[in-house]
């Protein structure tokens, strides 16, 4: 089986952090969020990954996973202009070849295994096994209804009024059936080629297409509020307890905190859960619960919570900063 991710698009929602930067290369906890989603690739055993990427960011996206080795990957790049998940598959067909494969979304999270999904696509021969959450707001994603037997009935994208408070995740395991269904849909009103729409030809050309659902948690960080959800989530459940390497002067950490070598913390409080990158200098500050600090920062004279600070970011005599999301290389200083 081959994994294909989705890299790409334009990130219009999260402008001006994604006008230079792939959206799915945001960090969480001091990792893109795309990092998280090769991890999740890389334990369920697959190898081979075709990435899509698009002509605005692409190069970034590259410069990141370069050959894949860090996650013990065979990468091939495939470059698609922005029209829609399906026209990314139809794209990575000359990749895919007649393969089953798994699509993720390369900015998605979830603190669910995809191999369980993976098992059971291949143990039970299905067509399709697409995953699903139920979630509060089923309008905003592509929507599905299911019947008992976790068959999907049908699927729409983004419908005013819903069918079902089960939303499409963005994960799918796919038989090479999936690309005749493609040849046979159209552009929706957005101009794209939407993956529901071909979900529901292989449901109306009478192929197995099956539901599961992620029973942890799953964010899509479409959004800032969503990216700064997802933050404190990993900053929860990854560190697990201290782990200073950096040097402490007059300051006091409380809670769980990482900090990374070659950094100083002078005259100051932190209060976990957070993270902080290596080479930092915060003096005379308090970085609150829910932080994360890039490598190469600096923050003097301020306070920050619940918020993200990219590297090589210098943050000087700010009285406050919460529920934010900084650019890379920044100065911000009053």
């Known amino acids: 089986m081959k994994a294909l991710v989705l890299s790409g698009g334009k990130g219009t929602r999260l402008r001006p952090l994604t006008v230079t930067c792939a959206k799915q290369l945001i960090p969480i906890a001091n990792k893109p969020i795309l990092g998280y989603v090769l991890d999740h690739i890389t334990l369920a055993g697959i190898r ?52 089953p494969f798994i699509m993720c979304l390369g900015d998605t999270l979830t603190g669910q295994e995809i191999a369980p999904f993976i098992k059971k696509f291949k143990n039970k021969k299905r067509d399709a096994l697409i995953i699903l959450k139920k979630v509060k707001n089923p309008q905003n994603f592509g929507n599905a209804q299911i019947d008992k037997e976790d068959n999907i009935i049908k699927i729409v994208e983004k419908p005013k009024k819903p069918i079902s408070n089960f939303a ?12 005749q269904a493609i040849e046979q849909i159209y552009p929706s009103k957005r101009g794209e080629l939407e993956i529901t729409d071909a979900i529901q030809t292989m449901i109306n050309m009478g192929f197995t297409v099956k539901a599961d659902l992620i029973h ?32 402490l002067t007059n300051s006091t950490v409380y809670g769980k905190a990482k900090i990374e070598q070659h950094t100083k913390i002078i005259n100051s409080t932190i209060q976990g859960p957070c993270i902080i990158g290596k080479n930092v200098t915060i003096d005379n ?19 920050i919570k ?19 999301i900084t650019e890379k290389n920044q100065k911000i200083t009053q």
């Open 168 to 179: 499409a995740t963005g994960i799918c395991i796919f038989s090479n059936k999936i690309h």
């Open 285 to 303: 500050a308090n970085i609150g619960q829910y932080t994360s600090i890039g490598n190469n920062s600096c923050i003097i004279n301020s306070n």
């Open 306 to 324: 619940n918020s993200i600070i990219q590297e090589n970011t210098t943050i000087k005599n700010i009285k406050q900063i919460e529920n934010n």
């Open 48 to 99: 081979t990954v075709g990435v899509i990427t698009a002509p605005q960011t692409g190069q970034s996206v590259k410069n990141y996973i370069q050959d894949g080795s860090n996650w013990n990957l065979k990468i091939t790049y495939i470059p698609q202009e922005p029209l829609g998940i399906a026209h990314a598959v139809k794209t990575a067909q000359p990749f895919l070849k007649q393969n």
């Open 216 to 247: 942890s948690w799953w964010i899509d960080t479409g959004q800032k509020e969503n990216i700064l959800a997802a933050n404190a989530q990993i900053l929860n459940e990854y560190i697990i307890q201290s782990d200073i390497k950096g040097t």
